[in-house]
């Protein structure tokens, strides 16, 4: 869905390819570095916080190919370098974002908000409102209000953020 063209944000090259299984170890980097502030405070050892990401991200990787059939998951490039991941869901009437993570390196210089919106293209195009669960504490939630994301619905952890395409009205009929 995003695999082209490529963008161009402040003058380097961002594009998307469909991660392979030789992304995996890349994956759960991205995914260890989305949870470091969240598991900072915790005293355990670092073996053991590792091995609790570890098996954490294999659990959300078996949870998505398992609840979105179809979905693309691609590996976020910015020079041709691995910056990070974007797990969207193709549905009939939305785009669902999945995940999308960078790592710290290449948060908060434009890359995201390019992506979100290359995305809310799509949704345009193609007439459909694009969705994302947020967990309501996540400090990208101001990115996603930014950008015209509003909740739609929310569970004890997760926020639905649902950003809808303008609706163009047709014209009045000739008299």
Same mark, same amino acid.
């Given at each position: 869905?995003?695999?082209?063209?490529?963008?161009?944000?402040?003058?380097?090259?961002?594009?998307?390819?469909?991660?392979?299984?030789?992304?995996?170890?890349?994956?759960?980097?991205? !995914?260890?570095?989305?949870?470091?502030?969240?598991?900072?405070?915790?005293?355990?050892?670092?073996?053991?916080?590792?091995?609790?990401?570890?098996?954490?991200?294999?659990?959300?990787?078996?949870? $998505?190919?398992?609840?979105?059939?179809?979905?693309?998951?691609?590996?976020? &490039?910015?020079?041709?370098?691995?910056?990070?991941?974007? $797990? &969207? =869901?193709?549905?009939?009437?939305?785009?669902?974002?999945?995940?999308?993570?960078?790592?710290?390196?290449?948060?908060? &210089?434009?890359?995201?908000?390019?992506?979100?919106?290359?995305?809310?293209?799509?949704?345009?195009?193609?007439?459909?409102?694009?969705?994302? =669960?947020?967990?309501?504490?996540?400090?990208?939630?101001?990115? !996603?209000?930014?950008?015209?994301?509003?909740?739609?619905?929310?569970?004890?952890? $997760?926020?639905?953020?649902?950003?809808?395409?303008?609706?163009?009205?047709?014209?009045?009929?000739?008299?």
């Amino acid at each position: 869905m995003l695999t082209e063209p490529s963008l161009c944000v402040a003058g380097r090259r961002l594009t998307c390819r469909p991660a392979t299984a030789a992304d995996t170890a890349f994956l759960r980097e991205v !995914y260890a570095a989305s949870r470091a502030e969240e598991l900072a405070p915790l005293p355990w050892p670092a073996a053991a916080k590792q091995a609790f990401l570890d098996q954490q991200a294999a659990a959300q990787d078996h949870s $998505y190919r398992h609840n979105y059939p179809g979905a693309d998951f691609l590996v976020i &490039l910015v020079d041709a370098t691995p910056a990070g991941r974007l $797990y &969207l =869901h193709a549905r009939p009437s939305e785009i669902r974002i999945m995940d999308i993570a960078l790592l710290p390196a290449f948060r908060g &210089l434009g890359f995201g908000s390019a992506l979100l919106r290359r995305i809310q293209e799509l949704g345009t195009a193609s007439g459909r409102a694009v969705s994302i =669960h947020v967990e309501t504490f996540n400090p990208a939630r101001r990115l !996603y209000e930014r950008l015209g994301f509003r909740p739609a619905g929310q569970t004890e952890v $997760y926020l639905l953020l649902e950003w809808l395409p303008s609706v163009t009205a047709p014209p009045p009929p000739a008299p």
